[in-house]
């Protein structure tokens, strides 16, 4: 730590004395400053999911205040293609973007290309493995979370019937699934849970279909469900929006991020319980932390429970009830007396 | 006269890329940025060795998928249905690429055939429904996209044709490279021209040919004016529809190869699926013609690539999305204004040429 702020500082006045006068960055003396430039890539649209992509933004957020980077964010835009996502990487790199950040897996073949192209600059992926001496691969143990929110959510029940959004019906997210119906089944065995899926397998727009998911859920909520929890990204909106048209009594839970403090989504943050978190965030900050310290993050990074790389949130204080049930699940995980399913 | 019918039909383009240039300039400005640095770098960009090969190459993608689009409409079918032709034929021809372990000469003529068949069975579900039921191509080729996008789910992730070819990817088994038709890195050193580049201006020479100097062009351009004059000539409008609307779902499936087999390698969950509709737009930029399309697909292509330069200088990339359907608002209007215009203009001097005759009389 001492190194890293020692080392940070060393290069700030490096950076001063480089650019002398002309830099109009950080203009608050007292803030930190840095030479490295952090260079993140979305998938498709990007920022603004109040989920997964905002989580990958939080964490370059922090690390553009707490460690004075600069930061450069790019999209790859709708019908991207690997040719495509590996030139936007490569402008980064060549613009001396280091380290330069992919969030998505669908980055993997582009970035592993990439990677090769630039082997001094160090490449991060999330959500994905690529197994190149300059990448880091930030892996995130999804179902321990969701197990958590599974606890939580079948605790909170009192109809005995819960419900389960996915995004894209694709192994990353039934994992989100798994863990939550394993959870569930832990505090009620006799327990309901609705499932459905917002996009088949390489249906792009599953992300993104909020109005399907507001359906999906009140349909739920009909049938007798009470707790929703959506693992959908963008979509996941529609879940908020059909839980609270439902009112008093009726509970959403979020993903990724941690959703009852995402400005767009304050208007639901009364209905949200609790969020399953992945800390896209906490993984981003430390690989740009470790290129500022001089020590790059590299090989498969996993991002579980023990390591606080997921979670669930406990800003709302309607979930204190059920805290000692959770914290206890997570402790057993942690000790490894419970398995969590990944299918 | 020639010189006229030229002017006519440059005045459209040119008019749509000075307005959307104008109103992107509004927008720009709006947001806080400079119009001209902007282009100037889009420019300079996109002239570079390198951008330019990377235009080259998805332009090759844009041009057959117009022509699929331009071939129905040269009959009045509007095939939407595109995006399921080629995404299915390239799967099915992943699939049977990555199967096959044979010398390329054999491998990539054994793929293409495999994936102009699948997309031409796809769309003939859709001419078959309108020839045997009535139910309007429109609607059945876009019922029938969900269609496709739900098989290839389904193969993909549940049959053993799937296969995880990274961690979260799944895809077709990866072909060999004896499948693999590699591009020449013509213009940059570091990156290929498709080698799919060659092959569709080949493909384009051909439809010229076959719209223009064959019977069956003919017969389907005298349909596309009028079903009824063409029927009392003699002509089997039911056969040209199924006939066309095959043709145009072979050529739908060729718009994922060069892709497929120039890069990607493997037809997985993250393929592009919407080229089709960009084929619609560049179809109508390019009224059809072969020279016309492949000027609509450098265009849309060389807005595609500068948008990632443009990101980099914070500049969103949806202003060239905007600018894409500025153009095509323009040049439609247009083409719409100059048609109107020239009926006017027919009607005067036939109108002119009965008055004369009555005086006579």
């Known amino acids: 730590m001492l190194k890293g702020v020692k080392l940070a500082s060393v290069l700030a006045v490096a950076a001063m004395a480089l650019t002398a006068c002309g830099s109009t960055a950080s203009p608050s003396s007292s803030a930190p400053t840095s030479d490295v430039k952090v260079g993140m890539a979305y998938d498709q649209d990007g920022k603004g999911d109040g989920s997964f992509n905002d989580a990958a933004y939080a964490g370059l957020s922090k690390a553009q205040t707490d460690l004075g980077v600069q930061i450069k964010e790019v999209n790859s835009g709708s019908s991207a293609t690997d040719a495509s996502r590996e030139e936007l990487l490569t402008l980064l790199a060549q613009d001396g973007y280091n380290p330069v950040i992919a969030v998505g897996f669908a980055y993997s073949t582009a970035l592993a290309a990439a990677a090769t192209k630039f082997p001094d600059t160090t490449f991060a992926i999330v959500d994905s493995v690529v197994d190149a001496p300059n990448v880091g691969s930030l892996v995130f143990a999804a179902e321990q979370g969701s197990y958590l929110v599974g606890v939580v959510a079948a605790s909170a029940s009192k109809t005995g019937h819960i419900g389960f959004i996915g995004g894209m019906e694709i192994d990353l997210i039934k994992a989100f699934e798994a863990g939550y119906d394993q959870g569930a089944k832990s505090v009620n065995p006799n327990i309901v849970i609705d499932s459905k899926y917002m996009g088949a397998a390489g249906d792009n727009t599953a992300w993104n279909v909020p109005e399907k998911a507001k359906a999906a859920s009140a349909g739920m909520i009909t049938n007798g469900a009470d707790v929703i929890y959506a693992a959908a990204g963008g979509s996941g909106l529609g879940m908020f929006q059909a839980v609270k048209a439902a009112g008093a009594g009726h509970w959403a839970i979020g993903v990724d991020s941690d959703q009852y403090n995402v400005p767009s989504l304050a208007k639901y943050k009364d209905f949200i319980l609790t969020s399953a978190e992945k800390r896209v965030d906490t993984a981003v900050y430390d690989v740009i932390k470790g290129v500022v310290d001089g020590t790059p993050l590299t090989g498969v990074q996993n991002f579980d429970l023990a390591k606080d790389g997921v979670g669930y949130s406990t800003s709302n204080s309607a979930v204190d009830a059920y805290k000692a049930a959770a914290d206890k699940a997570a402790a057993d995980i942690k000790a490894g007396t419970i398995t969590v399913n990944t299918k | ?361």
Do not use: C
């Not at chain 2, 498709?194 to 017969?219: E, K």
């Open chain 2, 1 to 361: 006269m020639n010189l006229r019918r030229l002017g006519t039909s440059l005045i459209a383009p040119l008019l749509g890329v000075g307005i959307s240039i104008a109103v992107t300039s509004v927008i720009l400005i709006a947001i806080h940025a400079q119009p001209l640095a902007v282009f100037s770098s889009m420019i300079k960009y996109g002239a570079s060795a390198h951008a330019m090969t990377l235009i080259l190459n998805l332009a090759t993608t844009y041009f057959l998928s117009a022509l699929a689009v331009a071939i129905g409409f040269k009959m009045n079918l509007f095939n939407i249905g595109v995006n399921g032709q080629y995404t299915l034929g390239a799967m099915v021809g992943g699939a049977v690429a990555g199967s096959l372990h044979l010398p390329t000469i054999l491998s990539v003529p054994i793929t293409i055939a495999v994936a102009m068949i699948v997309g031409a069975g796809w769309a003939g579900i859709a001419a078959w429904l309108k020839v045997a039921r009535g139910v309007s191509e429109v609607i059945s080729t876009i019922m029938l996209n969900f269609i496709a996008t739900a098989i290839i789910s389904y193969t993909i992730v549940r049959t053993s044709v799937g296969h995880e070819t990274s961690l979260n990817v799944r895809g077709t088994a990866m072909i060999p490279e004896s499948g693999m038709l590699r591009g020449i890195p013509l213009l940059d050193p570091k990156t290929e021209i498709y080698g799919f580049f060659f092959i569709s201006i080949a493909i384009g020479i051909l439809y010229w040919f076959v719209l223009n100097r064959t019977r069956f062009g003919y017969d389907l351009r005298a349909t596309g004016h009028s079903a009824t004059a063409a029927r009392t000539s003699g002509i089997d409008a039911k056969r040209m529809t199924v006939i066309t609307m095959l043709i145009s779902g072979a050529l739908a499936g060729l718009v994922g190869l060069p892709y497929l087999l120039g890069d990607a390698g493997s037809y997985n969950l993250n393929f592009p699926t919407d080229w089709g509709f960009t084929g619609i737009a560049i179809a109508l930029l390019g009224r059809n013609n072969p020279i016309g399309i492949a000027v609509g697909a450098l265009l849309w292509a060389f807005l595609d690539v500068a948008s990632g330069q443009l990101i980099l200088e914070g500049v969103p990339r949806e202003i060239t999305t905007i600018m894409q359907g500025v153009i095509v608002i323009v040049v439609v209007m247009s083409y719409e204004i100059v048609r109107r215009n020239q009926v006017k203009s027919e009607q005067k001097n036939v109108a002119r040429a009965l008055e004369k005759q009555e005086v006579s009389a």
